[in-house]
């Protein structure tokens, strides 16, 4: 078995055996970071966006609530949404695909992990085990 799936396997029965999955840890729930973001200055938070991942930032857009994205939809400039327009505009137009696409070595590294996992899962009862 590869090494990272092992790594990835011993992780999780670490966690399911202390109980982790029920119980969130202390400090690092949602609303513990929603309060934090409230207590920040607009720099802070612009400091902030600009040093996240781009799936940190769906992330966050996405906890809002629909007020509070309305909210900050009212407060960008026109050139702030002609910028953001000509952007999604851009990428339907060329036809990119969301997000980031995987190498071939990638492709071929999660083809072998993929194999791997359903040679070690246990037979299936299925319709031809009559």
Known sequence: MPRAFLTLLFAVALTAASGAWAQPAPGKGPDDADAAWRRMTPEQ?????RQMTPEQKVDAWKRLSPEQRQAI???LTPEQRETIRQRLQERRESGEAP???LSPEER???RDQILESNRARP?????NAR
Do not use: T
């Open 45 to 49: 938070r612009e400091s902030l966006w």
């Open 123 to 127: 037979p299936h009862p299925g319709k």
């Open 73 to 75: 939809r009212q407060r």
């Open 108 to 110: 071929r590294q999660l």
């Open 99 to 101: 997000g980031r696409r």
